[in-house]
């Protein structure tokens, strides 16, 4: 009896000896797989980008060895699909995105900023769990259809306060995709806000000031760095849109300022393009891959400005 009882625990020994090496070992496999996954998720992620710069310098060379830079930078029209005497000067699409920009900064700005600040600084924890996944809600809507919603009804709403308004207009795409940046800016903003320490705003209350001038003088200047981070990531984002300004913005490129009248984007000409307007191998096919790359250098350097500004953010208060 006590021979089999002294095998029986040798053998329960044995088995826990295998059980563990086998688990040892999936450990190891484990531990030498996962660092390999990871490196060829990350590997993934640099060829794509090096990729895309890849095609759009090739494609972009093809254009320039037949259309001049100098003519491409500085040209004041824009007529590609023109037979004869086509134009091929930048300056008409750039001056539209940075129309249809600059009116959705001035609507996202104010009210995001606003918002951030409310939730931030006066709203209660409940009414912040309330409010703050409604403004998700504008993020979380294709644009597509605030496209739609731009043509069919901020642009006759706006016709009846401005009767010259054009039917495909600056104004309208530039309000909507304003609207649609709220929640980017007010995110991002009441993240700054809320991580300037709270003796910032004890100090300022026990020296006498009111909630407003501590929000106004003290919170808002020490977040400034990461609300600009935000505004900086908003305006990339509105200089990229593409399905609001092709839908409510028109196809007309126009060296203009004047909000009233059909324009025409990077983006809107590149998804005009990408439609079969222009046969693959001629020149205004290829024109599509130089709008492409000046709309990446924007945003490129857009979001390198936001990257700067919100690390020097993040290390202000550490």
Request: glycine share 8%; hydrophobic share 50%; charged share 10%.
């Amino acid at each position: 009896m006590a021979l089999s009882k002294r095998s029986r625990s040798v053998g329960s020994v044995r088995m826990l000896i295998q059980r563990n090496r086998k688990h040892h070992r999936k450990e190891q496999l484990l531990s030498k797989a996962v660092p390999v996954l990871l490196f060829t998720a990350a590997s993934l992620s640099i060829l794509t980008t090096i990729g895309i710069v890849w095609t759009l310098a090739t494609e972009t060379t093809v254009f320039f060895q037949h259309i001049s830079i100098i003519h491409f930078v500085t040209g004041k029209e824009w007529l590609p699909f023109f037979r004869t005497n086509a134009q091929y000067g930048m300056l008409p699409l750039v001056c539209g995105t940075f129309l249809v920009t600059a009116i959705a900064m001035m609507v996202a700005i104010p009210i995001g900023l606003g918002c951030a600040v409310y939730l931030s600084e006066y709203a209660s924890d409940r009414l912040r769990r309330i409010i703050k996944p409604l403004l998700e809600i504008l993020a979380g809507i294709p644009t597509i259809v605030y496209g739609f919603f731009a043509l069919t009804f901020v642009t006759p709403m706006l016709q009846t306060i401005i009767p010259k308004l054009q039917f495909f207009n600056a104004l309208s795409p530039g309000i909507v995709i304003g609207i649609m940046l709220i929640p980017t800016i007010a995110s991002l903003s009441e993240d700054a806000i809320h991580a300037v320490p709270s003796s910032f705003r004890e100090g300022s209350l026990g020296l006498g000031a009111t909630r407003f001038e501590t929000t106004v003088r003290v919170v808002l200047p020490s977040a400034l760095s990461g609300i600009l981070a935000s505004i900086v990531l908003a305006v990339s984002r509105a200089m990229g849109e593409t399905m609001i300004v092709v839908i409510a913005g028109g196809a007309t490129p126009v060296l203009s300022i004047n909000p009233m009248q059909s324009i025409q984007t990077l983006t809107a000409y590149i998804v005009q393009v990408s439609l079969g307007d222009a046969p693959h191998g001629t020149i205004a096919y290829y024109s599509m891959y130089a709008v492409g790359s000046v709309l990446f250098i924007f945003t490129f350097f857009m979001n390198m400005a936001a990257r700067h500004i919100a690390r020097r953010f993040k290390g202000g208060y550490s």
